[in-house]
C-alpha cells in the first residue's frame, strides 16, 4: 500500500472528485472542472439536436429562430445544417483540417476558407472557435477552451473565476460543484466574446452534468441562445459518406481566403494543445 501511495504521489494522480460534490476552494473546483469536464467523452462521435435564437442590435435590431443539427466525429470533420422554423434549409457546413465550407441552397452558392474560423467570420459567423470545440464542448469536454492551469484565483460570487494567459480565452467562471458557467476572451478581430453555460441537471449515478442551454455572445450586441433537444454519443465513427458535403454539379466554392498564410500548413487552430 505505501509502495502504491508513493507511485500516486510522484504521478501526480489526484483524488477523482465527484461532480455532486460542493466546493470551497478555487484549488479544488478547478481540478473537479479538470477531472470531470475536460476528458473526451465515451464515444466516437456525437450528433445534436438544437434550436438557435439569434439577436443582434446593429446595423438594425434583428431576431430569429433557427434549427440546428451537429453531427461529426470527435477526431474527423464536422457538419452542422442550419434550417428555418418551418423545416427549410438554410445552410449546409462541413469543417475538417483542411478548413471550412459552406453551402447556401438557396442561393446556390458555396463559400471556402483554409481556416475555419476565420471563414466562419467572413460569412458573417463570427464564432470565436471551431465546430469541433464546441461539439466537444456540448458532450461535456472543454478541454479545447481550457489550459491545465490557471495564472490567478478567487470568489466571482458564489463561483470562482479564474485568470487566464497566452490565449483567447481570458476567464473561467466554476459554479461551487466546478461546473463551468462561463468563458471569456477575445476573437482575432478584437471582438470581446463570452460563453455562458446553463441548467445543468444534477448528477446521475457519478456521471458529471451537462447544460442544456448555452449563450454565446459578442460586445458588438451579437447573440446565439442554444438550446440542447436531444444529444447522443456514438460508439463507432460515423461512416465518411454521412460527413460530406456534395455540391451541385454547377457550384464552384468562392474562396475567401486569397491571400491567407496559415503557419500550420491550413489545419484548423487548436485554442489549447494538450499537452500529455
Not at 14 to 37: C, E
Not at 130 to 149: C, I, K
Request: with cysteine; glycine share 8%; hydrophobic share 40%.
Amino acid at each position: 500500500m505505501a509502495a502504491a501511495l508513493l507511485l500516486a504521489v510522484l504521478s501526480g494522480c489526484a483524488t477523482r472528485i465527484p461532480p455532486d460534490t460542493v466546493l470551497t476552494t478555487p484549488r479544488d473546483a478547478w481540478t473537479a472542472f479538470r477531472q470531470n469536464y475536460c476528458d473526451r467523452p465515451d464515444g466516437k462521435g456525437v450528433r445534436v439536436k438544437a434550436s438557435l435564437q439569434y439577436s443582434r442590435t446593429k446595423p438594425a435590431r434583428r431576431t430569429n429562430r433557427t434549427l440546428v443539427s451537429l453531427w461529426g466525429d470527435f477526431n474527423g470533420p464536422m457538419r452542422l445544417d442550419v434550417s428555418a422554423s418551418i423545416g427549410r434549409l438554410l445552410a449546409h457546413i462541413r469543417e475538417d483540417k483542411k478548413g471550412l465550407l459552406v453551402f447556401y441552397p438557396e442561393d446556390n452558392k458555396a463559400y471556402a476558407h483554409k481556416n475555419a474560423v476565420l471563414g466562419a467570420t467572413r460569412l458573417g459567423m463570427p464564432f470565436p472557435f471551431s465546430l469541433s470545440v464546441l461539439a466537444s464542448a456540448l458532450a461535456g469536454d472543454f478541454s479545447g477552451l481550457a489550459p491545465r492551469r490557471y495564472a490567478e484565483a478567487g470568489q466571482a460570487g458564489e463561483n470562482f473565476a479564474f485568470t487566464l494567459k497566452g490565449g483567447p480565452v481570458s476567464r473561467i467562471v466554476l459554479d461551487r460543484w466546478g461546473r463551468p458557467v462561463r468563458f471569456e476572451g477575445t476573437t482575432r478581430a478584437l471582438t470581446g466574446w463570452t460563453f455562458d453555460m446553463d441548467r445543468y441537471e444534477d448528477a446521475v449515478n457519478g456521471v458529471p452534468p451537462l447544460p442544456d442551454k448555452l449563450t454565446l455572445a459578442l460586445d458588438n450586441g451579437e447573440q446565439g441562445v442554444l438550446h440542447i433537444k436531444s444529444l447522443e454519443l456514438m460508439l463507432a465513427p460515423w461512416p465518411a459518406q454521412s460527413l460530406e458535403l456534395a455540391l451541385p454539379e454547377d457550384v464552384t466554392p468562392i474562396r475567401l481566403d486569397n491571400g491567407y498564410v496559415d503557419e500550420k500548413t491550413g489545419e484548423i487552430p487548436v485554442v489549447y494543445e494538450e499537452k500529455q
